[in-house]
């Protein structure tokens, strides 16, 4: 195994289990796309033709929803020999779940009349690329091992070889030595060219596939809408949930206490004021650690440095506060939509948090700056490296689902070693 991809790809090419796996693809599809043509073309013209009656309805239903079972079918195909995979449409539902209502669906259904039009075109592609996939296998392979079976043509045929001319005067056969050879390489090369020929044609595959017979754009936005407000939803849960645990456990805590030692300071007002004087200095303690505490929870929700004087001066507030010296360089025209504003601070925030703990680094870097209708971020440190979405114990989990909820991006580049750069990518909203 080592020593194949020791081998040069294109000579590799033609072995490759793929190669041969999109061989079957392209055989097996012409009669299925003979068939589904056949049977489409067959039930769509005559539901078309009957809508004039009642008859043509579910007809034409039953054809479209027909369509979506060949649909299936060419998915799981794809899936099994491209290793394409293209997620099924949405499904049908009808409003009232009877059978008036399932044909209406179906009838209004875009991604059923989809899989109608991938019917109608897959068929003469099947055919175009079938009949170039066969010659080039066979005239290729035939050609290429030519000094094998040669012998044949003088002891069954009763020629020399391979007849390249003839007529009633003369006849040109490929039969010495030197043609012999000739017509092998010429084979060799049809052998090494004919699989990338051949993935050319399946890549046309794979876009009819995805185009016409997965979701729709509008279908996949809503997906991708829904999934970003659950990570919302979650989101804005949690951060309520370590709010309410820092004030509980924090402040409320420091505050119930402070109540505590100003009720025994003024009992014993009167009776012993030194030690009321020590019970007021202690609560004087209490009440700036309360203070503290509320100040960095709501610094770290929505400080008002960032409200006030925007992404600079809170980006090189935090710098400050982080346990490394900080570079921050920021570069932006004007200020972001508040959304924005808070979602990068919070970004750069949770990344420096971790750059210390968790990298071992000595030295980060922040940038910011705008890029056409986007806001790009960059956290850099010198640190061991090692970071990644899939890492649990980083913020970079947690960060990613917050990011892509406001269609934003975010790459890790954290090799062994070091050193990490952490690079978010935020739409641009004033």
């Known amino acids: 195994m080592a020593a194949s991809h020791r081998l040069p790809t294109a000579i590799r090419a033609p072995f490759e289990a793929r190669t041969w796996r999109a061989v079957g693809y392209v055989l097996i599809g012409l009669p299925l796309s003979v068939c589904w043509f056949a049977l489409s073309v067959a039930l769509v013209s005559a539901g078309t033709g009957l809508l004039i009656t009642f008859l043509g309805v579910p007809i034409l239903a039953g054809a479209l929803a027909m369509c979506r079972g060949f649909g299936a079918v060419e998915r799981a195909r794809a899936r099994a020999l491209l290793d394409h995979d293209v997620p099924a449409p949405e499904p049908v539902r009808g409003r009232t779940g009877g059978a008036l209502s399932w044909m209406g669906a179906v009838l209004k259904s875009g991604a059923s009349w989809r899989h109608v039009l991938y019917a109608f075109l897959h068929m003469p592609w099947a055919v175009f690329s079938f009949s170039v996939t066969v010659a080039l296998w066979v005239w290729g392979w035939s050609l290429f091992t030519y000094p094998l079976w040669q012998w044949v043509f003088p002891l069954w045929v009763g020629q020399d070889g391979i007849q390249l001319y003839g007529d009633a005067h003369r006849a040109l056969y490929l039969d010495t030595p030197f043609e012999v050879a000739v017509t092998s390489a010429v084979g060799l090369l049809v052998v090494l060219v004919g699989p990338w020929v051949l993935r050319g044609l399946v890549a046309v595959d794979r876009v009819l596939v ?221």
């Not at 090692?386 to 689902?401: F, K, M, N």
Request: glycine fraction near 10%; proline fraction near 5%; charge should be negative.
């Open 210 to 430: 995805s185009g016409l017979l997965g979701p729709s754009r509008l279908a996949s936005r809503v997906t991708e809408l829904e999934s970003d407000r659950g990570t919302v939803v979650d989101t804005a849960a949690a951060d309520l949930r370590r709010i309410e645990r820092a004030l509980h456990d924090g402040a409320q805590a420091r505050l119930a206490a402070l109540a505590m030692d100003l009720g025994l300071a003024k009992e014993k007002l009167a009776r012993d004021p030194e030690a009321a004087a020590v019970l007021v200095d202690e609560a004087h303690g209490e009440v700036k650690l309360a203070l503290r505490e509320l100040r960095d929870l709501a610094r770290g929700i929505h400080p008002a440095v960032l409200t006030d004087r925007g992404l600079d001066a809170a980006l090189s507030a935090v710098a400050s506060r982080c346990a490394v010296p900080v570079s921050v360089d920021v570069d932006l025209p004007s200020r972001p939509a508040p959304a924005i504003e808070g979602i990068a601070y919070f970004a750069v925030s949770e990344l420096l948090r971790n750059v210390s703990p968790h990298s071992g680094a000595r030295r980060a870097w922040v940038e910011a700056w705008r890029t056409g209708d986007r806001l790009m971020l960059q956290v850099r440190d010198d640190g061991a490296g090692g970071a990644g979405p899939e890492d649990g114990a980083s913020a970079v989990a947690g960060l990613s689902g917050r990011v892509g909820a406001v269609d934003g991006v975010l790459a890790v580049d954290s090799p062994a070693g070091g050193p990490t750069t952490v690079t978010v990518e935020l739409p641009w909203r004033a």
